[in-house]
């Protein structure tokens, strides 16, 4: 068992930045990959990035490719997301994810949810 929470949300101009840190706490957390998604109102839930547990390996939308990166620091269980260039389509309540296989893309791979930050971008 994991726990993920999740902070950094917070209203930024477009052009902004914004880091988002994710804490991991459980049994063996540093051995998890990891992943963030959002979700605007009246949408979907969608991937935005992911790391595998050794930090070797990214993933990335294509729509935060270039302008969104994910890093991790296993000594203290934290996932990053940094957010340069936001971009008001950026707004959506941010989650963090964590599994114990490979993680990915999809949302139904990973097994533990935090409960959010919310992300505004005002134009």
């Known amino acids: 068992q994991v726990q993920v929470v999740e902070s950094g949300g917070g209203l930024v101009q477009a052009g902004g930045s914004l880091r988002l840190s994710c804490a991991a706490s459980?049994?063996?957390?540093?051995?998890?990959?990891m992943g963030w998604f959002r979700q605007a109102p009246g949408k979907e839930r969608e991937f935005v990035a992911a790391?595998?547990?050794?930090?070797?390996?990214?993933y990335y939308a294509d729509s935060v490719k270039g302008r969104f990166t994910i890093s991790r620091d296993n000594a203290e269980n934290t996932v990053y997301l940094q957010m340069n260039s936001l971009k008001p389509e950026d707004t959506a309540v941010y989650y963090c994810?964590?599994?114990?296989?490979?993680?990915?893309?999809?949302?139904?791979?990973?097994?533990?949810w935090g409960h959010g930050t919310q992300v505004t971008v005002s134009s």
């Open positions: 459980g049994r063996t957390s540093y051995s998890y990959a």
């Open positions: 790391i595998n547990w050794s930090g070797e390996s990214t």
């Open positions: 994810a964590a599994t114990v296989g490979l993680g990915g893309v999809g949302a139904g791979a990973y097994d533990f």
